[in-house]
Every structure is written in structure tokens, then in C-alpha cells.
């Protein structure tokens, strides 16, 4: 009875884990940064449904997985050396524990300092004096938003300067349209294939992928 106790537990545990895995694909990876930063791309060259969602947010996802797998890597490790059975509450609790080292290192390395300044010196006023005791800047309730408020922060700093190469082309397409009394085409017909040439003569995918990854490197 007791074995099928714990075997239900551990089952379980593995159920409300696997739940958990979007909500942690999201908001704990280079998931965010990478979605947005390939969204704005693609607004921007103003192909409004190429590439699909599908492939975009699939690509998100997979180059998030290839820069946390060192990460994984660290916390399995560190579950595995452990040495727990697995086979109780405090167990699961401990290896939480333990497999949230290498993450609060990764996060606190990418957070910046402000956002994590906030959410540190805001917990008392939300969350009350006296709950905030054991709480500080290395707790996943501080990191995780002040991970992803960066992450956001920055990818919209990307976005922004990618954006101006294809917002000039625009503009220079509108201008000799208007000054040719061609006012009656939309400037967005004659723009997309100069900014899909841009993009192909300067492998544009391909250096956004390489610069997103490598901002992640050590």
C-alpha cells in the first residue's frame, strides 16, 4: 500500500511538472526575446503571414531549448548526484531545490540590475513586511519577472534597430512614388521585394538567429 503511495505521488508530481513545462518554456528561457525579436522582423518587411506562426514560434522554441540545455544539463546533473529516492513530498521539495541552482545563475546573469532592484524592494509593499523575511533577490519570485521584463526590454531594443533598415526603405519608396506622381500605388507593393532583397543579400535570417543565440554565449 505504501509503495503504491509513493508510486502515485511520484506519478503525480511528474503529471503537475509536465503542466508546468510552457510556463517555464516561456518565462525562464531566451524564449520571449527570440519570439519578439522574430515577430518585429517579420512586420517590419510587412509579409504579414510569412513565415507562418508555426514555423516562427517552432523556431522560438527550438533555439530556446539549444541555449538552456547547458542549464538542463547542470540541474539533472545535480538532481542525479543528489542521491534521493524521489519517493516522498520533502524529496521532490529538495531536488526542486537543487535543480533551481544552475536556472537562478542563468537568470541572474541575464536580469538586469534595475528590474531586479524593483521586484526586490517591491515585495514588502505587496506582499507585506512580514512575509518578505527569507525573501531576496536570488528567490525565483523576484527573479522570474525581472528576467522576463528584461528579456522583453531587450528584445525591443533589437526589434527597434532592425526595424529602421526596413522603415528607410519605406520612406524612399513612398518619396520617389509621390515625387513620380505614382500616388495612386501602395508604397508596400514596390517596398517588400527591396526589403526581401536586403534581407537575401545580406543572409538576414541567418545573422538575427546567429546574434540572438550568441547573446546568450559565455
Known sequence: MESLQDGSFG????????????????TVTAFAKIAVVIFIVRNAIGIQ?????AI?????????????MPVMNESYNAVRDSGLA?????HWLAAGETASGPLREFLLKYTDQKQLAFFENSLAGIWGEGKTVEIDR?????????????????????????YLPFMAIDIIVTTILIALGMMMVPPTTVSIPFKLMLLIALDGWTKIVHGLVLSYSA
Open 11 to 26: 506519478t503525480l508530481a511528474l503529471v503537475l511538472m509536465a503542466g508546468m513545462l510552457p510556463l517555464a518554456a516561456v
Open 49 to 53: 503571414q510569412l513565415p507562418p506562426n
Open 56 to 68: 516562427l514560434y517552432g523556431l522560438s522554441i527550438i533555439l530556446s531549448a539549444y541555449i538552456a
Open 86 to 90: 524521489m519517493n516522498e513530498f520533502e
Open 138 to 162: 536570488n528567490n525565483l519570485s523576484v527573479l522570474v519577472p525581472a528576467f522576463m521584463m528584461s528579456e522583453l526590454t531587450r528584445a525591443f531594443e533589437i526589434g527597434f534597430m532592425l
